[in-house]
């Protein structure tokens, strides 16, 4: 059973830098395309970065305008987890977090996936 847990979330000032975790099991993250969402306060879920499987697909990556040079997206077999790197954040950044999973292997797939965590939350306040 796919069973995604996100962490790292926290407070941190603008400008400053966090990284996310979304562990994995129940599957091997370079068989999945992994994406990172966020739903803002009052606003709508948005898609922030995705990396699609390594070993079905080509294991690119993409970014929403916004994360591109600030946010990177990766992935670590060993420990079977996704990160989301994030850099000079701002309070526009502010946040609930999720990781989704797509068998499919595809970006594409993630956003209809039923397989997603809990949701870290990232405040960036002064």
């Known amino acids: 059973q796919v069973h995604l847990v996100e962490s790292g979330g926290g407070l941190v000032q603008p400008g400053g830098s966090l990284r996310l975790s979304c562990a994995a099991s129940?599957?091997?993250?370079?068989?999945?395309?992994i994406g990172w969402f966020r739903q803002g306060p009052g606003k709508e879920r948005e898609e922030v970065s995705c990396?699609?499987?390594?070993?079905?697909?080509?294991?690119?990556?993409n970014y929403a305008d916004f994360a591109k040079d600030r946010f990177t997206i990766s992935r670590d077999k060993a420990s079977n987890t996704v990160f989301l790197q994030m850099n000079n954040l701002t309070t526009e950044d502010t946040g609930v977090y999720y990781c989704a999973a797509s068998g499919s292997g595809l970006c594409q797939g993630v956003h209809g996936s039923d397989s997603w965590g809990q949701g870290t939350q990232v405040t960036v306040s002064s």
């Open positions: 129940g599957f091997g993250v370079p068989f999945y395309a």
């Open positions: 990396v699609s499987s390594s070993a079905n697909s080509d294991g690119s990556t």
